[in-house]
């Protein structure tokens, strides 16, 4: 299974995890704008989403640059919420932001399927 | 992630939104209404909303972000009159004087504004919500 079903997949569908819950939180946001006295929250990484975000290189010569141990952090969650009332600009383009990006990782996740699905038919 | 309690987070705006055109349209049609039910003129009335936890199986940090929204109350503002000389009018008083709404147009036309904004934000959250859902539905083509 680990060698389908690998790093990629498994980092793409936590991405995928991170942007659908983000949106509910930003659709949150959205939705109360016009609510006295609410808070927006924001969705964001809790550990370093850099490290967490990329995929560890493959060294195959002794002068390749290693790469960082924390490569596949687990994505952790954290909500923060903000004082100041919603702002309907940042939501929207936070929404479109995210829209976009979930679409594009669902794009990735399909053709990496896509690819798994070509090796499989062109081996029988 | 499940689509539908996005869903029900975009409906729940989108009724506030239309309680809040709703009363404004009220506030603009009886602008002029000096004789209702309850004796009197018409008392201008505005929407209170409240956010409002949602039931489901989130983890604690997500149960305390998601929010949705409801309407509270609509409150009557009983002072909201407001004592016009028109002696000719049927319901003016010995004086001369009849109690009208006091409704301020330029106020409700822009509460009306900004509810039909929201309205098209909410609109605009539901279509990006459809559009991720039928994208998800994509990958497995």
């Known amino acids: ?47 370093e989403f850099e490290k967490a975000g990329k995929l560890a290189m493959t060294t195959t010569n002794p002068r390749h640059i290693p790469p960082s141990p924390n490569s596949e952090g687990s994505l952790d969650y954290e909500i923060k919420t903000s004082d100041e009332p919603v702002k309907i600009d940042t939501e929207m383009a936070n929404l479109a932001e995210n829209n ?19 090796v499989l038919k062109e081996t029988k | 992630m499940d689509f539908s309690t996005t ?8 009724a506030a939104a239309r309680a809040r055109l709703d009363v404004v349209t009220s506030n603009l049609a009886n602008v002029n209404t000096t004789k209702t039910e309850d004796g009197g003129p018409y008392k201008k009335k505005s929407v209170s909303l409240t956010s409002e936890p949602i039931e489901g199986k989130f983890n604690s940090v997500m149960a305390d972000a998601l929010k949705s929204v409801k309407v509270e109350a609509v409150t009557e503002d009983a002072n909201a009159v407001k004592m016009t000389y028109e002696p000719g009018h ?52």
């Open chain 1, 1 to 47: 299974m680990k060698a389908l079903f690998d790093k990629t997949i498994h980092l793409l569908s936590n991405m995928v995890d991170y942007r659908a819950k983000r949106h509910m939180v930003v659709v949150s946001n959205i939705t109360n704008i016009d609510t006295v006295g609410y808070k927006p929250s924001e969705l964001t990484f809790r550990n």
């Open chain 1, 100 to 118: 976009l990006m979930y679409n594009t990782t669902v794009e990735m996740l399909a053709r990496k399927f896509r690819g798994l699905e070509t």
């Open chain 2, 7 to 14: 869903f029900k987070i975009c409906g729940a705006g989108l």
């Open chain 2, 90 to 141: 049927p319901d003016a008083n010995a004086d001369g004087f009849v109690a009208t709404p006091d409704i301020n147009l330029m106020m409700e036309m822009a509460n009306m504004i900004t509810a039909s904004r929201s309205f098209e934000a909410n609109v605009t959250a539901f279509d990006a919500t459809k559009n991720m859902a039928l994208k998800t539905l994509e990958m497995g083509r």
